[in-house]
């Protein structure tokens, strides 16, 4: 059932980083039918060194003061306050919420708004595993449950995030409603000018990590498979595309290979970074669907990862890449078999491309998420509110 008017969609994330979950909106935000939805995005500020990925002039983006990333009582209150106040004025048919404060904020606004619209959260991943101790961990769990029951929908970004969430008594089956990411990927350079951009030897073997330099996703652990890798292949250059509160290790752990590791930062042309390694390699301990996985097979390129999360989904062993268990010496030899053998790495790099450019286009993750929000309208219509405009 197609409304009279258009579907109103207030969409809630606590900032527009660079990493997933914003890369997801702006996918939404640029191609989402504007004569069927009017979509209306509410973020807090991005800290400096994070990235804003949003034009500060875009008409339909609304700053919202309080909602970042820290956890701050007063802020979080007047966040709060000030999202209820949007919500009765804007009054959407759907409040759609993505990341752990922006949902858990955006879900009890709606509550206290009384504005009859459907609730919708996205887990990009989960917080189950590698963020916090076993106490905050079952806090964490507890505020999930009791936030799900007040929502009408819980969307994963693969089906293991769906499942553990799940295995974790967060929601019930009915709730759930899978939607892989949509990535768009920009122009390729060839290997020679991508290598020549960034300053690396055209002849020598190159593995790139793309990502935030933070605990989960276990830099320690890529450093300790370079430090296997180079014992075996000495002129192997290891790639650092990122940044994080474990940068300042890491240049210390790399400068005791002087030459062997080049630390680039976070740069917007991270085709370059695909184009210019031979493997993408990802260490983590816990991953939803990675979007670093998507865009490197994208671009041609075999990856060597850690099994968890959704990574499967992306990865398809033995045909698109290499999956192991979180460990250094299993990853350091699925690394070196593919730099040694480059007809493997070859067909591995074109089968990724047809699969991910199949799989994980934005027009399907935009046809998806109309979809969603065509069904929840058509369900609740009648305790939507009207429009007052």
């Given at each position: 059932?197609?409304?009279?008017?258009?579907?109103?969609?207030?969409?809630?994330?606590?900032?527009?980083?660079?990493?997933?979950?914003?890369?997801?909106?702006?996918?939404?935000?640029?191609?989402?039918?504007?004569?069927?939805?009017?979509?209306?995005?509410?973020?807090?500020?991005?800290?400096?060194?994070?990235?804003?990925?949003?034009?500060?002039?875009?008409?339909?983006?609304h700053r919202v003061p309080g909602l970042g990333?820290?956890?701050?009582?007063?802020?979080?209150?007047?966040?709060?306050?000030?999202?209820?106040?949007?919500?009765?004025?804007?009054?959407p048919h759907i409040v759609h919420t993505r990341?752990?404060?922006?949902?858990?904020?955006?879900?009890?606004?709606?509550?206290?708004?009384?504005?009859?619209?459907?609730?919708?959260?996205?887990?990009?991943?989960?917080?189950?595993?590698?963020?916090?101790?076993?106490?905050?961990?079952?806090?964490?769990?507890?505020?999930?449950?009791?936030?799900?029951?007040?929502?009408?929908?819980?969307?994963?970004?693969?089906?293991?995030?769906?499942?553990?969430?799940?295995?974790?008594?967060?929601?019930?089956?009915?709730?759930?409603?899978?939607?892989?990411?949509?990535?768009?990927?920009?122009?390729?350079?060839?290997?020679?000018?991508?290598?020549?951009?960034?300053?690396?030897?055209?002849?020598?073997?190159?593995?790139?990590?793309?990502?935030?330099?933070?605990?989960?996703?276990?830099?320690?652990?890529?450093?300790?498979?370079?430090?296997?890798?180079?014992?075996?292949?000495?002129?192997?250059?290891?790639?650092?595309?990122?940044?994080?509160?474990?940068?300042?290790?890491?240049?210390?752990?790399?400068?005791?290979?002087?030459?062997?590791?080049?630390?680039?930062?976070?740069?917007a042309d991270v085709e370059a970074v695909y184009?210019?390694?031979?493997?993408?390699?990802?260490?983590?301990?816990?991953?939803?669907?990675?979007?670093?996985?998507?865009?490197?097979?994208?671009?041609?390129?075999?990856?060597?990862?850690?099994?968890?999360?959704?990574?499967?989904?992306?990865?398809?062993?033995?045909?698109?890449?290499?999956?192991?268990?979180?460990?250094?010496?299993?990853?350091?030899?699925?690394?070196?078999?593919?730099?040694?053998?480059?007809?493997?790495?070859?067909?591995?790099?074109?089968?990724?491309?047809?699969?991910?450019?199949?799989?994980?286009?934005?027009?399907?993750?935009?046809?998806?998420?109309?979809?969603?929000?065509?069904?929840?309208?058509?369900?609740?219509?009648?305790?939507?509110?009207?429009?007052?405009?």
């Amino acid at each position: 059932m197609r409304p009279v008017g258009r579907i109103r969609v207030m969409e809630i994330i606590a900032r527009m980083n660079i990493g997933g979950p914003a890369t997801q909106i702006l996918g939404l935000y640029e191609r989402l039918n504007t004569e069927e939805f009017d979509h209306r995005l509410y973020t807090g500020q991005v800290e400096e060194a994070e990235g804003d990925r949003l034009r500060e002039t875009a008409a339909r983006v609304h700053r919202v003061p309080g909602l970042g990333r820290s956890i701050r009582p007063g802020d979080d209150c007047r966040a709060l306050l000030r999202l209820a106040a949007e919500m009765r004025a804007f009054r959407p048919h759907i409040v759609h919420t993505r990341t752990a404060k922006a949902g858990a904020l955006g879900r009890v606004a709606a509550r206290l708004a009384r504005v009859g619209s459907a609730r919708v959260h996205v887990f990009h991943g989960h917080l189950l595993d590698g963020y916090f101790s076993p106490a905050k961990r079952r806090l964490y769990v507890w505020t999930e449950r009791r936030l799900a029951a007040m929502t009408d929908r819980l969307v994963t970004v693969g089906a293991n995030v769906r499942d553990d969430l799940l295995a974790a008594g967060i929601g019930r089956p009915g709730q759930y409603v899978v939607i892989p990411p949509g990535v768009r990927l920009g122009r390729v350079p060839g290997r020679e000018a991508a290598r020549a951009e960034l300053g690396l030897p055209q002849d020598a073997p190159v593995v790139a990590f793309v990502g935030r330099l933070t605990g989960v996703k276990r830099p320690d652990r890529f450093l300790a498979v370079a430090r296997a890798v180079l014992s075996r292949l000495p002129a192997c250059r290891f790639v650092v595309c990122g940044g994080g509160e474990l940068t300042d290790e890491v240049e210390r752990a790399a400068s005791a290979t002087p030459g062997a590791f080049h630390l680039l930062g976070w740069r917007a042309d991270v085709e370059a970074v695909y184009a210019a390694a031979d493997v993408v390699l990802l260490t983590s301990d816990n991953e939803g669907t990675p979007l670093t996985l998507i865009e490197a097979g994208m671009a041609g390129t075999p990856v060597v990862a850690t099994r968890v999360g959704s990574v499967e989904e992306v990865v398809r062993h033995g045909v698109t890449g290499l999956l192991a268990a979180p460990d250094a010496g299993e990853l350091a030899e699925h690394v070196f078999r593919l730099l040694t053998d480059p007809v493997l790495a070859c067909r591995m790099g074109e089968s990724a491309r047809r699969w991910t450019t199949e799989s994980f286009a934005v027009e399907r993750l935009v046809a998806d998420t109309e979809a969603l929000y065509r069904s929840l309208y058509a369900a609740s219509r009648p305790s939507f509110p009207r429009s007052i405009a």
